[in-house]
């Protein structure tokens, strides 16, 4: 199938690793030409550009969530070397697990703490969207691809701030799916998904235990590998995708 990529214009920000960094390499192969964000890993970015092609066809920018002067900066780079964004993919993330370097309890968090993780995880991606959607509508076609969690639907212990972050973009994609003219916004949500840094911390036996009892509540006997979720990013930010818009998919084996 002709997904209809062919020199698009493709941003996806936290793009060096995990699921960002599989989605940025199916939209390379599909023709595009794709900037990834990242926001330390200078180093890693750079091996991604040269994975995703070179300079000729790639590019890597600092971007950081909780700061619009670094966002804003990150998307003028792509404007002036693309000439313009078709697809959006806002994958960065903040992590913001637990109430605290030590995951203690939501209420031991100060106030001033978890209201910059939250804003983070939402307002750096909304700010991100309002910078692209213009053009989109005025070039009359665009994708915008959120990614979310299912611990917004279904929560978790000591989800608090992480959850509802994400469940903030759901209601911001419903307001997107109005933008028009060509333009469709969606949000993916993964459950686990076996990253490298879930690799990494898998070899604690605590948290293998984990991941093991979520596998026997996952109907499909697995978790979701990068590419199971980067292969739906792929076509909801495609041609393909003619009329899909404002939906929440849960990329998580049956949860």
Request: hydrophobic share 40%.
């Amino acid at each position: 199938m002709d997904l209809g990529l062919k020199d698009k214009r493709v941003v996806i920000t936290g793009g060096t690793r995990g699921i960002g960094r599989a989605a940025a390499r199916l939209f390379a192969q599909e023709g595009a030409r794709v900037a990834i964000t990242y926001n330390s890993s200078a180093d890693e970015a750079g091996k991604a550009v040269e994975e995703l092609g070179g300079p000729d066809r790639a590019m890597a920018v600092p971007y950081e969530l909780r700061d619009p002067a670094s966002i804003e900066a990150a998307l003028r780079a792509v404007e002036e070397q693309f000439g313009g964004v078709d697809v959006l993919v806002a994958n960065a993330l903040w992590f913001t697990w637990g109430a605290s370097d030590e995951n203690g309890l939501f209420e031991d968090l100060p106030a001033d703490k978890w209201m910059t993780r939250f804003r983070a995880n939402t307002e750096g991606h909304m700010l991100t969207a309002q910078l692209v959607v213009k053009g989109m509508r005025e070039r009359g076609w665009g994708r915008i691809v959120l990614l979310s969690s299912i611990t917004a639907d279904y929560g978790m212990a000591g989800s608090e701030i992480y959850s509802s972050s994400k469940t903030a973009l759901h209601g911001f994609a419903r307001g997107l799916m109005w933008s028009r003219n060509g333009v469709l916004a969606n949000v993916v949500a993964p459950g686990a998904t076996l990253t490298e840094h879930m690799a990494t911390i898998m070899k604690d036996p605590a948290t293998r235990e984990l991941v093991e009892k979520e596998i026997e509540k996952t109907p499909s006997g697995r978790l979701s590998n990068p590419d199971d979720v980067a292969r739906l990013i792929l076509f909801l930010g495609s041609e393909a995708n003619g009329n899909i818009n404002g939906e929440v998919i849960h990329t998580a084996g049956g949860r």
